[in-house]
């Protein structure tokens, strides 16, 4: 009996959700876990890095900015993301996913 190579019924938005997720799972509250999984689900794999408002980010989660900000904190507090922000909470920043939490390999910069 053969076994037919697994398909992925969406491969958009997919994410190799590995021992690099199951660690922040030990880590984070459950809204930061939340915002874990939303960035890499969202961000680019080449980079791990994520380019949107914090506006955008809290419509997207269904969550007040400042719960927002505070779990950007909290990811940042345990070394799991990276974010750039303007103070200016509708103008796009970025959020990076820590090479020890991102399971792709990044591109090389030139």
Not at 42 to 57: C, F, H, K, M, P
Not at 90 to 108: H, L, N
């Amino acid at each position: 009996m053969s076994t037919a190579p697994l398909t992925l019924k969406t491969p958009r938005g997919w994410f190799a959700a590995g021992v690099e997720v199951a660690k922040a799972l030990t880590l984070l509250s459950d809204g930061a876990f939340k915002l874990f999984v939303y960035v890499c689900l969202n961000a680019r794999r080449d980079t791990g890095v994520l380019e949107i408002s914090q506006t955008d980010l809290a419509l997207s989660l269904n969550k007040a900015r400042k719960t927002v900000r505070d779990y950007l904190s909290e990811l940042e507090a345990a070394a799991i993301c990276r974010s750039r922000y303007d103070r200016n909470p509708t103008v796009r920043g970025t959020i990076e996913v820590d090479e020890a939490y991102w399971p792709y390999q990044r591109a090389v910069e030139p």
